[in-house]
């Protein structure tokens, strides 16, 4: 796996954050559609990576939404940054996988934002850069302390 290209446009921020996904069909509303709380795996400024040990909410899939629908999207909430308004987008499921990585069964899936809603693209760049920051930050301190012994 390591020698395969890298088909990623963007870098990505290892990151765990609470995201509430609700899914949407363009053009219906569903009425008390249900929510659904799950942890990202990383994100980047063109999408998330999330985890679940469930592709189903409620009998709606993640994957295809419900049954008849079309153009099934997920609305993402996402509490980037605490002082400020909630991140919010309408993303894509791309890809989903079982995670090898995890003792216990878990999903891996790909959302690509198709829409971010207010100053939220902005929002997610300071969020980026300032983690990011802090995890260079963070490993040049572990690469200090390993020389220093």
């Avoid at 997920?74 to 919010?88: A, C, D, M, R, V």
Wanted: with cysteine; hydrophobic share 35%.
């Amino acid at each position: 796996m390591g020698n395969e290209l890298e088909k990623r446009k963007f870098q990505r921020l290892e990151y765990p954050l609470e995201v509430t996904v609700e899914v949407v069909s363009v053009g219906e509303v569903l009425k008390s559609p249900p929510l659904l709380h799950i942890k990202s795996r990383n994100i980047s400024k063109a999408g998330i990576c999330l985890e679940t040990k469930s592709l189903e909410v409620n009998g709606i899939s993640l994957l295809s939404g419900r049954p008849g629908a079309r153009e099934n999207r997920l609305h993402l909430s996402i509490g980037l940054i605490p002082e400020e308004p909630t991140f919010e987008a309408i993303g894509e499921l791309c890809w989903y996988d079982v995670a090898r990585d995890t003792p216990e069964f878990m999903y891996h899936m790909g959302i690509e934002f198709i829409d971010i809603k207010g100053a939220g693209r902005e929002q997610l760049a300071r969020f980026l850069k300032k983690h990011k920051i802090d995890s260079i930050t963070g490993k040049l301190s572990d690469i200090r302390k390993f020389w220093r012994k």
